[in-house]
């Protein structure tokens, strides 16, 4: 059974700083391409940024709301998933989501979720 | 980047009635759109990948189509369970845009 579980959200000040993990189980993880995405309370689905494979290139993108402050990694021995967050602004409150982002011949998508973790930015 | 626009942005309906949820992206896209469906206070799950594949264990009530910059999510018949917030997004740039949500209500 896949399982995402992501930790590490709270409540920071402004200009903090906050590391996300998501530990993966289920699938090789090493092989999967991994992505943020965040939801603003009683707001839509955001994308935040993607990291690949080492496979394939480990190749990591940004949404650029958190380009240059945020910053994605993965520790395969680990299976697990980060996002690490700099200069936290309020409108970056958020749950935050890890997903599994499946890359085939007929595009990619979001198969698995993390149940999410709650980041709160305020002073 | 690509702006996706789903209509409406909420709906009331009855257990039993067919309901579509339309979705418009900003250029074309192929047929690299999928469909999420999100419960309160619940992480989304993936309904249909690539426009019109259902998901493993998705229901066959629901249905998707649509090529290029207009697609259709269909509900052929409402279930209790099926009131819900519904999400578009696109996977035809790195960027992965999502619509706004259209919320299913129960009338």
């Known amino acids: 059974e896949v399982q995402l579980v992501e930790s590490g959200g709270g409540l920071v000040k402004p200009g903090g700083s906050l590391r996300l993990s998501c530990a993966a189980s289920?699938?090789?993880?090493?092989?999967?391409?991994l992505t943020w995405v965040r939801q603003a309370p009683g707001k839509g689905l955001e994308w935040v940024g993607r990291?690949?494979?080492?496979?394939?290139?480990?190749?990591?993108d940004y949404a650029a709301p958190v380009n240059g402050r945020f910053t994605i990694s993965r520790d395969d021995s680990k299976n697990t998933l980060y996002l690490q967050m700099k200069s936290l602004k309020t409108e970056d409150t958020a749950v935050y989501y890890c997903?599994?982002?499946?890359?085939?011949?007929?595009?990619?998508?979001?198969?698995?979720w993390g149940q999410g973790t709650l980041v709160t930015v305020s002073s | 980047d690509i702006q996706m626009t789903q209509s409406p942005s909420s709906l009331s309906a009855s257990v039993g009635d067919r309901v579509t949820i339309t979705c418009r992206a900003s250029?074309?896209?192929?047929?690299?759109l999928n469909w999420y469906q999100q419960k309160l206070g619940k992480a989304p799950e993936l309904l249909i990948y690539?426009?019109?594949n259902l998901q493993g264990g998705v229901p066959s009530r629901f249905s998707g189509s649509g090529s290029g910059t207009d697609f259709t999510l269909t509900i052929s018949s409402l279930q209790p369970e099926d009131f819900a917030t519904y999400y578009c997004?696109?996977?035809?740039?790195?960027?992965?845009?999502f619509g706004q949500g259209t919320k299913l209500e129960i009338k």
């Open positions: 997004q696109q996977s035809y740039t790195t960027l992965r845009t």
């Open positions: 997903t599994t982002d499946r890359v085939g011949g007929v595009g990619a998508y979001f198969d698995w």
């Open positions: 990291i690949k494979s080492k496979t394939d290139g480990g190749t990591i």
């Open positions: 690539a426009a019109s």
């Open positions: 289920g699938f090789t993880f090493s092989n999967a391409w």
């Open positions: 250029q074309s896209i192929s047929n690299y």
